[in-house]
């Protein structure tokens, strides 16, 4: 997490990070794990990428209100091409060390931008909705990778579609690709393990409560946007 480097208020973008993931992958060590906390897409979005990832325009927001809710959304999609070409500069990173390697990203939380009638706006709400609590969760993995773990890698495929909750998978999946073995390890957790089991979902709150989606508060409509996706509603 790279923020605390710079002068507080600073615009410090996700780029950035990419120096520090080069030093590291330069090092002598065989066995890395780095953790990289990139700031993606929280409000202001418009100030989350550079112009030239501005597809959608106009993208200037002076106030923050429903009906602004055009520009919101387009200053947000710009920040989502950033991400992806961030993303993308990290796999390409990676994989340019021709080894056994993996990269998986995930988000915390996703955002309202007064999606419906609740005029819901940024995340971390009393209660959730749909927009903030579906996330998405990319695993990417080398060709090398694929070619000494192939049970992994044809596990990781064959889950692919399985509901998940990203704080109870990450842990496990990282422990079961990079072959570690410890009595907290739980192969059902590991989305790269024959014994994957999907279970019921938590919402994790804002004040790191487990809740499950069918109590967590959510609403009619949150559930309608589940199935309008073809996702298990919980």
Sequence with gaps: FIKDLYPEGANVMDAELLK????ELRNDHRKKFIVLHSYGSHYDYYSRY??????????????LSRKNRELLVNSYDNSIRYTDAFVKSVIDAVDALGVSSAVIYTSDHGEDIFDDSRNMFLHASPLPSYYQIHVPYLVWVSDTFKSQHEAEYNMLKANVK???????VTFHTLLSMAGIRT???DGSCALSDHDFKARDRYYLSDHNKPKLLNECGLKECDFEKFRE?????Y
């Design 229 to 233: 996706f073809g996702l298990r509603e």
């Design 183 to 185: 009595f907290v390890f």
């Design 50 to 63: 550079g112009r030239e990832f501005a597809e959608f325009t106009p993208d200037s927001v002076k106030e």
């Design 162 to 168: 399985e509901p998940i909750s990203t704080c109870l």
């Design 20 to 23: 520090h993931l080069k030093r």
